[in-house]
């Protein structure tokens, strides 16, 4: 699991230099305007993989990250079997803005400690009336998506309690199961896919709403892999960023490797990254998301028991099923290195 930090540590682990959103002084050049507003809502105190896509995303210059939902987990989760693991989450962001020298800290936003009860009850959370407020807003043209990499708790209740929202944003989600005729699951696959499993009541909500989806289920995400040896080399030598990157990615494999009695290979799944690649990494012009392969369906309804079931005549969504992982990750790389190095220079 991510190891949540105290507030203390958040404190002692602070960069040398900081700067703000909307800033990306490593770069030495002009920064471009943004072309799109995101709120990124994310488990972090559970697989590393979201530390990764967090750290990636507010490198990003081209995207004004508005909120960073910190989410609950499944009770009694591997990673972080809790209690309260939506507060561990806000504290791992917490400490993932400190090391990056990030000040704009009150962006980060509390979830729901919990899923929902049923698709027809929201939980009333700072989250949720964060996502609502933001949607709302009339004073900016730019787009706004919805970058989710667990469960769908907060976004749910947020469409609960303010249905109008649903046209003013795009859901990009890392979850949900295989599609029949596109692939199978894995050999040995949970029967709900992990994502969908924190809120099943809240993925119905979502699919059930009139938000525009961007799904990238359980064998797209799966594909994301990177090797360790490409860990050590391109993310841990980049300084104490990315020894903290690639430390607690590493302790998901001891942690692999000691519960399955086996050896655990030599890759790992940034399986959260594409949130990045579709939102920050569009084209110059005529932007889309051009690097990455999907396939436009009608948007299914999900069961009580995490399946799809067939709606005719529902609003189209896409499900991606490939990526251009070389430029995503090379991408990640050259941006923790260009930070490092910036960092190294010392004073502000």
Not at 7 to 20: F, L, M
């Amino acid at each position: 699991m991510t190891n949540i930090p105290t507030p203390e540590r958040v404190v002692e682990v602070a960069a040398p230099r900081t700067w703000s959103l909307g800033e990306a002084p490593w770069t030495g050049t002009e920064v471009l305007p943004p072309r799109y507003r995101v709120i990124v809502d994310n488990d972090f105190s559970g697989d590393p993989d979201d530390v990764f896509q967090l750290a990636h995303h507010l490198l990003s210059p081209s995207v004004d990250i508005r909120l960073v939902v910190g989410s609950h987990l499944s009770e009694g989760d591997g990673f972080d079997p809790g209690p309260d693991t939506a507060s561990h989450a806000v504290l791992v962001a917490r400490e993932v803005f400190s090391r990056l020298g990030l000040t704009d800290d009150d962006r980060i936003v509390l979830g729901a400690q919990a899923a929902m009860r049923d698709p027809r009850t929201a939980i009333d959370s700072p989250a949720a009336r964060a996502i609502i407020a933001e949607a709302l807003r009339d004073d900016t043209d730019l787009p706004l998506f919805y970058a989710a990499g667990g469960g769908l708790t907060d976004l749910a209740s947020a469409l609960l309690m303010e249905p109008s929202i649903a046209s003013r944003l795009t859901v990009v989600w890392i979850g949900g199961p295989e599609h029949e005729g596109f692939a199978e699951a894995p050999p040995g696959g949970s029967a709900v896919e992990y994502n969908l499993a924190i809120d099943v009541a809240a993925a119905q909500v979502v699919f059930a709403s009139e938000a525009t989806i961007w799904q990238v289920p359980r064998d797209a995400y799966r594909r994301c892999l990177v090797s360790f040896a490409e860990l050590r080399t391109r993310v841990r030598s980049t300084g104490p960023l990315g020894e903290y990157l690639h430390d607690e990615a590493l302790e998901i494999l001891r942690g692999a490797v000691a519960h399955s009695g086996r050896g655990a290979g030599e890759a790992y799944a940034l399986g959260d990254q594409p949130l990045v690649l579709l939102t920050a990494l569009q084209s110059p012009f005529e932007p889309a998301t051009s690097s990455s392969d999907y396939v436009v369906m009608p948007t299914p309804e999900i069961t009580g028991e995490g399946t799809y079931r067939h709606v005719e005549g529902a609003r189209p969504m896409r499900v991606y099923t490939g990526f251009d992982t070389r430029m995503m990750f090379e991408d990640l790389y050259a941006k923790l290195a260009e930070h490092a190095a910036w960092q190294r220079a010392g004073g502000r």
